[in-house]
């Protein structure tokens, strides 16, 4: 929702965030599910005080749509 309040402010960092506000409306129903899916099971993340970077980042985004968009849009 960040997104689309941005896209709507009529601000040129606004306008950069049209296209992400876009994609996430249309994706909206499969982030969410992938989301869910990941909800409530272990994770190994390489331990507790020092986690291993890869596996705590891929925990922590278990979206492959959301990532992808977040990815295409870097300003």
Do not use: C, H
């Amino acid at each position: 929702y960040w997104a689309s309040e941005l896209a709507a402010s009529g601000t040129s960092l606004g306008d950069k965030f049209k296209i992400v506000a876009q994609n996430l409306a249309q994706n909206e129903s499969a982030i969410v599910a992938q989301i869910n899916t990941a909800q409530g099971r272990k994770v190994d993340i390489g331990g507790y005080y020092k986690p291993d970077d890869k596996k705590a980042s891929a925990a922590m985004r278990p979206s492959a749509i959301f990532n992808q968009i977040l990815q295409n849009q870097i300003l």
